[in-house]
């Protein structure tokens, strides 16, 4: 089993920016890649960004050139780092973990974004 907790989540105007964290306990060792998605009230969960075990990166457009993914595997640590927010990107933040033995997720973060 793995544990992911996220943290850093709160409320932020426009323009404003917001780090957050997956912190990632138990079997580790069987992580390879981790992903973000995000939820906003009364809409499906949507994929944010990825980052392989070998460090390769997507995004999803809606979000490519302001967030940042990236992990420290010594820290077993996950973050996304979102930068000029706006009203749209609201929404509470899951990390996920996808391995052979399921599909680990997070409690979530809620990112507020006041215009």
């Known amino acids: 089993q793995v544990q992911l907790v996220e943290s850093g989540g709160g409320l932020v105007q426009a323009g404003g920016s917001l780090r957050l964290s997956c912190a990632a306990s138990?079997?580790?060792?069987?992580?390879?890649?981790m992903a973000w998605h995000r939820q906003a009230p009364g809409k499906a969960r949507e994929w944010v960004a990825t980052?392989?075990?070998?460090?390769?990166?997507l995004y999803a457009s809606s979000v490519k050139g302001r967030f940042t993914i990236s992990r420290d595997n010594a820290k077993n640590t996950l973050y996304l780092q979102l930068n000029s927010l706006k009203p749209e990107d609201a929404a509470v933040y899951y990390c996920?973990?996808?391995?052979?033995?399921?599909?680990?997720w997070g409690q979530g973060t809620q990112v507020t974004v006041s215009s």
């Open positions: 138990g079997n580790t060792f069987i992580i390879n890649g």
């Open positions: 996920n973990a996808p391995t052979a033995r399921g599909t680990f």
């Open positions: 980052i392989s075990g070998g460090g390769s990166i």
